[in-house]
């Protein structure tokens, strides 16, 4: 597991569920700023744990961009090219989506 810091676009309206004893757990689909045509490989599950979760559901909506902070993981047993990496997120940032510039010449 690796702690990394992600901009990204929400793509889906947030699920909530109820995990264990009560625990309430977010799933978030994102994607990465690209220039290239949407990929697969660009997407990937921002899973929210407790309160972080109920502030996503109030304050974002689909096509907002968030900074994430969190764990990456990714399923050793069925390591694909579909496979879609997992997020385990500790915080998230607004971001305003007229400050982000990609530049093509990357």
Do not use: C
Request: net charge positive; proline share 4%.
């Amino acid at each position: 597991m690796n702690y990394s810091n992600f901009i990204v676009k929400i793509l889906k309206r947030p699920k909530q569920s109820l995990v264990k004893k009560n625990i309430l757990l977010t799933k978030l689909h994102v994607q990465f700023p690209s220039i290239r045509n949407n990929t697969d490989l660009n997407t990937i599950s921002l899973f929210i744990w407790g309160d972080l979760g109920n502030d996503i559901m109030k304050y974002y909506k689909i096509n907002d961009y968030i900074l994430v902070e969190g764990f990456i993981s990714l399923n050793r047993e069925k390591l694909t090219n579909n496979q879609q990496i997992k997020i385990s997120v500790f915080k998230i940032y607004p971001l305003n989506r007229d400050n982000i510039r990609i530049n093509p010449a990357l």
